[in-house]
């Protein structure tokens, strides 16, 4: 069923970007630090990095420090933060486990009441080999998830996604043509990929679809030794620059949007009811 967009603004939303360490505990203090910051500037809405629990590049130590997610301290944390704050607070992923090694790299969306309203597990997998000894094999250690997953955030839907997902338009597309009007893209990029194609990746996104889109990150050189492009980004529904972060630390972003936007730049292009089905020759 297609959501109707709603046309309104969705008003002081902040991109908190957090630069995760090897342990939950300190990052999850880190973290709070800076979404009470974000929500002492007035935002209503904050989407932070994917794991933003914890990066450790040493998978052995990842797994033992993981939880399943009723056990993971950090979803309760995260919960009562919200509710604290009186905030929608999407915390772009955490790295939880479902079986023994075996794990979810999963988003939370909490509402301002503290409840979890929505999760949506990463669904394409990080299998890349980038030269110089740089190889990730995230397959090897979680599970893809398999549906699509938007949430009305008072009165805007929400399209959720996250980081190697940015390369995939059809799972995009399939969301803003259901009426997702913002799209979230919580990432750790790495600095090859981030260099060459973050500002791209997320302004395609952005100008097929007609929608904002959403971009905190990590970024930095991490406690684990892993390095992380940052630059998070908010991009409009005109693959415009709305607000970004030219560094890799962590900081806050801060933007009004106006949907009415979404809306001009469907009928401008209106591209979403144009698909086609083609036939050979292949």
């Not at 996104?205 to 630059?231: C, M, N, Y």
Request: hydrophobic residues 45%; charged residues 20%; contains cysteine.
């Amino acid at each position: 069923m297609r959501r109707e967009a709603s046309g309104r603004a969705l008003s002081d939303v902040a991109l908190s970007p957090v630069r995760s360490g090897i342990g939950p505990a300190e990052t999850l203090a880190a973290a709070s630090w800076l979404l009470r910051a974000t929500a002492a500037e007035g935002a209503r809405f904050v989407p932070t990095p994917q794991t933003a629990h914890l990066v450790q590049k040493d998978v052995d130590a990842a797994i033992a420090l993981m939880c399943a997610p009723e056990d993971d301290p950090a979803i309760p944390a995260f919960a009562a933060l919200a509710k604290e704050l009186g905030i929608w607070l999407l915390i772009g992923s955490l790295a939880v486990r479902i079986a023994e090694r075996r794990a979810a790299n999963r988003s939370f969306l909490f509402s301002p009441a503290g409840e979890t309203v929505a999760t949506y597990d990463k669904a394409h997998m990080f299998n890349v080999g980038l030269g110089q000894g740089e190889t990730y094999r995230e397959s090897d250690n979680y599970q893809a998830g398999d549906r699509l997953v938007m949430h009305d955030v008072d009165g805007v839907w929400l399209g959720l996604s996250i980081c190697y997902d940015v390369r995939f338009a059809y799972l995009y597309r399939r969301l803003a043509q259901a009426g997702a009007e913002v799209l979230t893209v919580p990432a750790a990029f790495t600095r090859p990929t981030g260099k060459a194609h973050w500002d791209v990746l997320l302004r395609a996104r952005a100008i097929e679809t007609g929608s904002f889109v959403l971009a905190p990150a990590q970024g930095g050189l991490h406690a684990d030794g892993r390095k992380t492009w940052g630059h998070s980004l908010i991009v409009g529904p005109w693959g415009e620059t709305v607000a970004e972060l030219d560094h890799d630390n962590p900081g806050l972003l801060l933007a009004s949007l106006d949907l009415r936007k979404v809306a001009e730049a469907r009928r401008r292009v209106p591209a979403l009811q144009h698909d086609r089905t083609l036939t050979g020759p292949l």
